[in-house]
C-alpha cells in the first residue's frame, strides 16, 4: 500500500491530510484494473463509491435522451471522481470509462463522508475541484463559440510545447478517439484538423507529434 501512497497523496482531494490519515485511507481502498473502453460507473446510477485514478486515465461522459454521449474529462493520475457527492447527491451525474487501460482505487462514499466531518478541509478541497471543473466547462464553451476545430486542436498542442522551444516532438497520451473528445470533437474532424495544420508546421504520425515551428503554430490559435 505504501507505494501507492504518493498517487494519494498528491491528489487534491486529500490535500492537507498527513500521510498517515492517507495511509489508513489507502488501507480501506478497493483497488481494480480496468481494460480499455470498460465502463467503471454509469449516469444516474446510484452512487456507493468515490474513486481516484492511480494509473492511465478516465473519461467522464454525458449522455442524451437518444443515448448519444459526449466525453466531459479525461481524468489522470491523483484525479478523483464522484468526490462532489461529499457535499450531497445520491447518484453518480456522469458515467465513466477506462480509456486506455487504467487503475482505479474505489473508496466507499459514506467512510469519506465521516472522514470529511472529522477533516473539514477535505470539503474545501471539494469546492476548489469543483471551481476548477467550473472554470474548465466555461473554457470549454468558450472555446466551443469562439475557436474552430483547428485552432483547439492548435491550442492543445501548444499546451504540450515547453515554452521555450522551437521545435518540438511529443507522444499523444491517449488514443486519438480520446483526445478528439477531450476536445470536443468527432474523430473525423480531429483528423480534418490536423491535415488543416500541416500549413502551420504540425505532422502527426500515429501518436507522434512534430511541430517544426512553435512560433508558427501559435500563430495559428
Same mark, same amino acid.
Given at each position: 500500500?505504501? /507505494? ?6 498528491? $491528489?487534491?482531494?486529500?490535500? !492537507?491530510?498527513? #500521510? ?18 470498460? +465502463? ?20 467522464? @461522459?454525458?449522455? =442524451?435522451? *437518444? !443515448? &448519444?454521449? /459526449?466525453?466531459?474529462?479525461?481524468? #489522470?493520475? !491523483?484525479?478523483?471522481?464522484? #468526490? ?5 447527491? !445520491? /447518484?453518480?451525474?456522469? @458515467? ?6 487504467? =487503475? ?7 467512510? %469519506? ?18 471551481? +476548477? ?11 466551443? +463559440? %469562439?475557436?474552430?476545430? /483547428?485552432? &483547439?486542436? *492548435?491550442?492543445?498542442?501548444?499546451? +504540450?510545447?515547453?515554452?521555450?522551444? $522551437?521545435?518540438?516532438?511529443?507522444? %499523444? ?6 483526445? *478528439? ?6 474523430? =473525423? ?20 507529434? %512534430? ?6 503554430l501559435r500563430k495559428a490559435c
Amino acid at each position: 500500500m505504501l /507505494a501507492k501512497n504518493p498517487v494519494l497523496l498528491r $491528489s487534491e482531494l486529500f490535500d !492537507g491530510l498527513n #500521510e498517515a490519515t492517507v495511509e489508513r485511507l489507502a488501507a480501506t481502498a478497493r483497488f481494480q484494473t480496468f481494460a480499455p473502453d470498460e +465502463r467503471i460507473i454509469t449516469e444516474g446510477q446510484p452512487a456507493a463509491f468515490v474513486y481516484c485514478v492511480m494509473s492511465g486515465f478516465i473519461r467522464l @461522459s454525458k449522455s =442524451e435522451s *437518444a !443515448g &448519444r454521449e /459526449a466525453d466531459i474529462c479525461i481524468c #489522470e493520475p !491523483g484525479d478523483t471522481f464522484g #468526490e462532489y457527492l461529499l457535499s450531497g447527491g !445520491g /447518484a453518480y451525474a456522469y @458515467s465513466a470509462w477506462s480509456a486506455d487501460g487504467a =487503475e482505479v482505487a474505489f473508496f466507499q462514499l459514506s467512510d %469519506l463522508q465521516a472522514l470529511a466531518d472529522r477533516y473539514p478541509i477535505m470539503h474545501r478541497n471539494v469546492m476548489r475541484i469543483t471551481t +476548477r471543473h467550473l472554470l474548465c466547462a466555461l473554457d470549454c464553451i468558450a472555446g466551443d +463559440r %469562439l475557436h474552430t476545430a /483547428a485552432q &483547439r486542436v *492548435a491550442n492543445y498542442i501548444v499546451s +504540450r510545447c515547453p515554452a521555450s522551444a $522551437s521545435q518540438v516532438t511529443f507522444r %499523444l497520451p491517449y488514443r486519438k478517439r480520446i483526445l *478528439a473528445g477531450k476536445l470536443g470533437l468527432a474523430p =473525423e474532424a480531429l483528423s480534418r484538423a490536423f491535415a488543416a495544420l500541416v500549413p502551420a508546421g504540425v505532422a502527426v504520425k500515429g501518436k507522434i507529434v %512534430l511541430v517544426d515551428s512553435v512560433d508558427l503554430l501559435r500563430k495559428a490559435c
